[in-house]
C-alpha cells in the first residue's frame, strides 16, 4: 500500500511515527511522513520519505504555555494558530494524499486526514498520543480534573470531540474565505456512517500506564508505545561521556518542547534542589536558550537520545509530554512530573497513579522545597522498583509490530466492505 502519514506539533508528535513508519516500509508498503519543516533531518536520516509542512512548533509551544491547563484556552490557540497557516498546509497536506492508498492522522489533521480519505474512498485510521476522541467514564479530558463522577467524566470527552468538530469546521470556513477556497463538505471521523466502517482509533501508549477502559468502542485498541530500537551507533559528545564517567549517577532534566516565560526561574529552582541534594545533573536544553553551566554538577546538553541517556541516570525530571514520559518510564528510573499545559498533568498524575514517582508538581507552584520533597519521595525504594517493574514491562511490549498489524487489518476489511 501507499500510506501517507499526517502529524503535526513538537519532537513528540513526530518521533513514534518513525519506528511505525520503518515497520510498515519492512512488511513492503510505501510511507511518507508529513510533519512540520523543522523535523526534516530527523526523518529523513531514516531513509523515510518526507514531505514538509508549513508551520513553526515553537510558535504553538509557546501559545500552549502561556494559557496553561484550560482546555477552552488551548484550543482557542490551536485554532488561531491553524487559522494562520491552514491555506499552506491543506494544500500541502492534500499533495502528500493525492495517491495515497490508507491515510493515518493525528489530532491536529483528524478532520483534514479523515475528509481526503472519504473524498477518495479510501481507508484512514486515527492515531492519538493521549485519550480525545475516546469517550469514557473512567477519567475525565486530559485538561480537566477528574470529579470521579462517571456521566461527568464521559460528557468532558463528549463536549471537548464537538468543540474540535466545531473548531475545525469554523477554522476551515476562516481560511476559505480568507484565500478564496471553493465550499467543501468536511467529514467527522468518529462520526456513525451506516455506508462507512468506523475509523479505527490506535492508543500509541502501554495498556500498563493507561488499561483500556470497558465503556470504549470495538474500534479502540491500546497498542503500546511506538518505540524504535535503541541506537547502538550513538557516540555522545566528549563532554557527555566524561560527565557520566566521573562522577555519580546524575539526574537527568528536560522539558523538550516547552518555551515557559519563566524558564530562567525554573532553571534555578531545579539546579538548587539538586544542588541542595547532593545531586548531580544533566540538563536537556530542548528548545529553550538555557545553556551555561551553573556548577561543575550540572551539564547542559543540547540533546541525546532518551533511549540511550536515560538508563545511565537515577532518575528524570520532566513536563509529562507524553513522549518523554514514555521515555522515563521505558527507562525503568522514577519520574518527576512538572507538567506546563495540554495533557501534561494527565500523564503527571497517571505516573503517580501506577507508583513510578511522586505527585505531579503544577509549574506554577515549582519552588525549591516542592522539588526536594519530590526526589525525597522518588529515591523510595517502593517508588524505584515500582519503576523497574514498568520498565520491564515496556520494554517486552512491541507497539509497532501490534499496531502495523492492526493498520494491515482494518484496511483489508475496508477493502471488503467497500
Known sequence: ??????????????????????????RGHFVKLAAPARFITLVQEHGIQFLPLTGDPEDLSRRFNDVGYNFIRLFRELISHAIDIGAEVLH??????????????????AVGGHTFARERNIPDIHIQGFPMFTPTGDYPNVTMSNWKIRPLNRFTHELSQQL??????????????RVGFPRRR???????????IPTPILCAWSPSVLPPSSDWQSNVHVTGYLFGEYDSTYQPQIELQEFL???????????????????????????????QTSNRGIILSGWSELKESRSSEILY?????????????????????????????????????????????????????????????????????????????????????????????????DGVGKSVELIEKYSNEFIRHH
Not at 468536511?186 to 462507512?196: A, G, I, T, W
Not at 520532566?318 to 514520559?325: E, K, S, W
Not at 498524575?349 to 526536594?372: D, F, H, M
Open 164 to 177: 474540535v468538530w466545531w473548531g475545525a469546521k469554523f477554522g476551515f470556513e476562516q481560511v476559505r474565505r
Open 301 to 397: 546538553v543540547d540533546a541525546a537520545p532518551h533511549s540511550w541517556l536515560l538508563p545511565r541516570c537515577k532518575m528524570i525530571i520532566h513536563h509529562g509530554g507524553a513522549g518523554t514520559t514514555s521515555a522515563g518510564l521505558r527507562a525503568g528510573i522514577p519520574n518527576i512530573v512538572i507538567p506546563h499545559t495540554a495533557d501534561q498533568p494527565f500523564w503527571g498524575n497517571r505516573v503517580y497513579a501506577i507508583g513510578a514517582g511522586p505527585k505531579p508538581i503544577p509549574v506554577k507552584k515549582l519552588s525549591v522545597e516542592s522539588l526536594t520533597r519530590a526526589m525525597a519521595e522518588a529515591r523510595d525504594d517502593a517508588v524505584r522498583k515500582r519503576a523497574q517493574v514498568i520498565g520491564q514491562a515496556l520494554s517486552q511490549e
Open 92 to 109: 500541502q497536506t492534500e499533495e502528500a494524499c493525492i495517491d495515497a492508498d490508507l491515510i493515518i492522522h493525528t489530532f491536529a489533521h
Open 245 to 275: 564517567e566521573n562522577g555519580d549517577t546524575p539526574i537527568c532534566v528536560s522539558f523538550g518542547s516547552m518555551l515557559n516565560r519563566d524558564a530562567e526561574k525554573i532553571d534555578e529552582i531545579v539546579c538548587e534542589a539538586i544542588r
Open 1 to 26: 500500500m501507499k500510506i501517507t502519514i499526517l502529524t503535526y506539533g513538537s519532537r513528540g508528535d513526530v518521533q513514534p511515527f518513525i519506528p511505525l513508519s520503518l515497520g510498515l516500509m519492512r
Open 186 to 196: 468536511l467529514y467527522f471521523p468518529f462520526d456513525d456512517d451506516p455506508v462507512r
